[in-house]
C-alpha cells in the first residue's frame, strides 16, 4: 500500500498545495483545488472545477477499482528479444493474475470454473460448477426463435459483426423487462440477484447467437443445446465446430479452445470491457452493455487485430516477402497488426502460454504461420522493433488457434468475445455493486469565443 503525499507549487500563482497519494495514484478530484491564475489568455481555461488532467486516451488515467484481474507489466530492457515458447514463471517480470490466482494455478480451469471466479470471486467446487453448467444449458434453450429468425433475415454473405448485433437486438426486443427505463432505474442496484439471472441469460444468449451465425454463414444445420454439457460444449456443437464423422467436438481443439478461454477471460480495462462500463454507468442492462463492448472490440485496434493481422499475413504473401514488407512497416506505409501492446513493453505474458496450446493444434504446415515466425524472427534482429520494444503480443499468434480449430479469419473477434465476455460480465456485476458513477469526462475547448458579431457566411 503506497500512500504519501503529492507537494505542489503552482508557478502561475505561487500557491502550495498537499495532494494525498494512495496507492501510488493521485484523486483527479482532489486537483480541483488547484486554480488557474486571474487573467488567464483564454476564458475557457477559467473553469470552475480547478486543474484537469489531459490524456488523450486515457493513457495514464485509472477509471476504476477491481478486485477482477491485474496485468503485471514490467518494462523489459533486452538487447536482445526474451523467449517466448516457454511457459513463464510465478515471478517473471509480466505475469497474469485472476482474483489472486495465477494463470498457472488456473490452466485447467474450464468455462464455468473461470466464469464462477470472476463473477463472485471464489473458485466453485464441482456441485456449484455442474449447476452453473446446467444453469447456462437451460438459458440456451430458452432463446426464442425471433433471435434466429433476426440473423436469417440477412443474406448468408453478411459480415459477423451485423448478424450478431441482430441477434442481440432481437433478444434484448424479446425480454424488456431487463431494461431499466422499462422497469425500476435502479434494480440491478438494488436486486443484485436479478442482474445475476440477466447475466446468465447474456451470456447463454452470446453462445446461441455465435452459433446461429456461424451455421448462417456457412449454410449448416444448427444443433441444440444439451444439458448435459459443458458450455464450451454446447458452443461447438451448436456452430457445428465437430468431427464431420462424429458429430463430436474433437477433444484437442475443445482443450485448446477452453485454455485459450483463460487468456482472453479478462485483461483489465480493455477497450471491449471500458466500453461496457462506460454503457453500464447510465445504469443500462447487461444485454445493452454487452452489445456496446461488441462493437468497440470489433475495430481493428481490439479484437479486430486478430482478423486484420491474418489479412496482412495473406498480403505478404511468402517468407521471402516479410523483409520488404518490415520495410514499408517501418517508414509508416503499413502497419502491423499483432506487434507491441500499451500494457507491455516487452513479452505479452500471454503469447507463451499460446505457444504451449499451438503445440497441440496442426499449425506448422499452415503457410500464414510460417510467414508470421519468419516476421518474428526479422523483427528480433531488427533495431527499429529493439528500440521500440515490440514484440508479438496475444493477437499475432492467437488467431492461429481458432483457425486451426476451425473458426473462419472473420469470425474471430466473435469467438475471442465468447471468451472475453467472463470478464466484461464480472465487470458490469462489479460495477452495479460499487455503485459506480456515470462517466462524464471533460474536455479542453480549443475553438474561439463568442463574439457580438452576427454570424456570417464563410467563403
Known amino acids: 500500500m503506497s500512500t504519501g503525499t503529492l507537494f505542489v507549487l503552482d508557478s502561475r500563482t505561487g500557491f502550495k498545495y498537499d495532494i494525498p497519494i494512495h496507492r501510488n495514484a493521485v484523486r483527479a478530484l482532489d486537483l480541483q483545488r488547484i486554480r488557474a491564475p486571474d487573467g488567464t489568455a483564454h476564458p475557457a481555461d477559467q473553469i470552475s472545477r480547478g486543474l484537469r488532467v489531459f490524456d488523450p486516451g486515457l493513457q495514464n488515467t485509472a477509471v476504476q477499482e477491481s478486485a477482477i484481474s491485474f496485468s503485471l507489466a514490467i518494462p523489459c530492457f533486452h538487447t536482445t528479444p526474451p ?228 489479412r496482412a499475413l495473406k498480403e505478404i504473401g511468402n517468407p521471402d516477402n516479410v523483409s520488404a514488407f518490415l520495410d514499408e512497416v517501418k517508414v509508416g506505409k503499413r502497419k502491423l497488426f499483432g506487434y507491441g501492446h500499451r500494457e507491455y513493453k516487452g513479452v505479452d505474458p500471454r503469447v507463451a502460454f499460446i505457444q504451449k496450446i499451438l503445440k497441440d493444434l496442426p499449425v506448422n504446415t499452415n503457410s500464414l504461420f510460417k510467414i508470421a515466425k519468419s516476421i518474428e524472427v526479422a523483427a528480433s534482429k531488427d533495431e527499429y522493433f529493439l528500440s521500440r520494444y515490440l514484440y508479438p503480443n496475444a493477437d499475432f499468434y492467437g488467431n492461429f488457434v481458432f483457425t486451426a480449430i476451425g473458426i473462419e479469419s472473420e469470425m474471430i473477434p466473435a469467438a475471442m468475445l465468447s471468451h472475453r465476455i467472463m470478464g466484461i460480465m464480472a465487470h458490469w456485476r462489479e460495477y452495479m455493486v460499487a455503485r459506480g458513477k456515470l462517466l462524464r469526462p471533460s474536455h479542453i475547448y480549443s475553438g474561439k469565443m463568442a463574439t457580438n458579431e452576427a454570424p456570417s457566411a464563410r467563403m
Not at 490466482?101 to 470454473?113: I, K, M, P, R, V
Not at 444443433?223 to 458452443?235: A, G, I, V
Open 83 to 310: 523467449t517466448t515458447n516457454q511457459m513463464p514463471r510465478d515471478h517473471d517480470q509480466n505475469s497474469l493474475i485472476f482474483r489472486g490466482y495465477s494463470l498457472e494455478q488456473l490452466w485447467e480451469a474450464d468455462f464455468e470454473h473461470m466464469f464462477h471466479l470472476l463473477m463472485w470471486g471464489t473458485y466453485p467446487s464441482e456441485t456449484q460448477r455442474t449447476e452453473l453448467s446446467r444453469k447456462l444449458a437451460q438459458h440456451m434453450k430458452d432463446i426464442p426463435n425471433a433471435v434466429h429468425d433476426a440473423i436469417h433475415l440477412f443474406p448468408k454473405s453478411t459480415l459477423p459483426l451485423p448478424l450478431i448485433l441482430a441477434g442481440l437486438s432481437a433478444y434484448l426486443a424479446s425480454v424488456p423487462d431487463v431494461m431499466p427505463t422499462s422497469t425500476h432505474a435502479t434494480i440491478y442496484q438494488e436486486n443484485l440477484e436479478r442482474g445475476d439471472q440477466i447475466i446468465l441469460q447474456t451470456v447463454a444468449c452470446y453462445a446461441v447467437v455465435f452459433a446461429v451465425v456461424r451455421c448462417h454463414r456457412n449454410d449448416i444445420q444448427y444443433q441444440p443445446p444439451s444439458l448435459d454439457r459443458t458450455y464450451f460444449e454446447n458452443l461447438f456443437i451448436m456452430a457445428g465446430l465437430t468431427d464431420s464423422t462424429t458429430q463430436q467436438p474433437d477433444e484437442v481443439k475443445l482443450s485448446c479452445y477452453r485454455r485459450f478461454s483463460l487468456l482472453n477471460a479478462d485483461h483489465g480495462m480493455a477497450l471491449s470491457v471500458f466500453s461496457a462500463l462506460a454503457t453500464a454507468s447510465s445504469l443500462t442492462d447487461p444485454i445493452s452493455c454487452l452489445i456496446a463492448a461488441i462493437t468497440a472490440a470489433h475495430g481493428p485496434l481490439h479484437f479486430g487485430a486478430a482478423e486484420s493481422a491474418q
